[in-house]
Structure formats: C-alpha cells, structure tokens
C-alpha cells in the first residue's frame, strides 16, 4: 500500500480562528465541492489518527469576505490541542494506493510556536509531535 501527502493549505491562526471558526480561502479547498449557504461535513484526521468532523460552509459574499469556515467541531479541536494564536494548522490530502484502488484521507495538524520556551535563542515553528520535539532538545544540550 502507497501513501503520498500533498499540502491542502496551512494558516497561522488568529484570535478569530480560536473563539469563532477557522476561516480558509475558498480555492484551498477545491476538493470539497459546495454552493454559497451550503455546507459539508469534512472528515480530517489528527496526527494521533483521531476523527475530526468539522462542518464547513462557504462565507456569504454579502458579508464582503470570500471563503469557507469550519465551525461546527472546530473549537473543540482548539481546546483538545491547546492550540494559541499565532500557531500554524496545515491541511493535507494523503492519496492512499492501495493495488487498483486509490482513496484519499485529509489529515490536520498543528504546529506550535515555541517561542516562550526559546525566546533569546529564535523563533521555531516545530509540529506538536513529542518525538520530534525532544529531538530538538537533545540537539540543544549536545
């Protein structure tokens, strides 16, 4: 079985995305299909293979912002993940080959800035993944 990811979009998050919805530019997300005042469950996947549904739904253009929110599951998501503003979420499509059939899974994941922890050193953007945190830990102390 054959997997190949490929990046849907990624967003530093902002005060708006952690208390109401994540917003998203509509051409992002060509792969979900909607009409204005529509909306669609997305089924995305953490990087602990947990089911995220999030409802998205396409901004009306009345409001003067073209785009699509996830709303219905999102917080949730903010608050399970601790996820701050000026963190970064990034979408991707894994495309999974499996001999004849070929299917595709979304995946999310966050990435945390550090920069409490490494102020006088520089600003790091590193995936909330333990593994590869203490990685950059151990590089530090060597």
């Avoid at 005042?37 to 009345?62: N, P």
């Amino acid at each position: 079985m054959a997997k190949a990811a490929k990046l849907i979009f990624s967003k530093i998050v902002t005060e708006i995305d952690i208390t109401r919805s994540l917003s998203i530019p509509t051409s992002s997300l060509g792969l979900i299909p909607l009409e204005e005042g529509h909306s669609v469950d997305m089924h995305v996947y953490d990087a602990c293979g947990r089911l995220w549904i999030f409802r998205t739904s396409v901004l009306q253009q009345s409001t003067g912002c073209e785009g699509l929110v996830l709303s219905v599951n999102w917080l949730e998501f903010v608050s399970h993940k601790k996820v701050e503003v000026d963190d970064k979420v990034i979408f991707t499509e894994e495309i999974i080959r499996n001999g004849p059939s070929v299917g595709a899974r979304l995946h999310i994941q966050f990435v945390e800035i550090l920069d409490h922890y490494f102020s006088n050193v520089c600003k790091l953007d590193l995936v909330f993944n333990f593994r590869k945190l203490n990685m950059v830990l151990e590089a530090f102390s060597i």
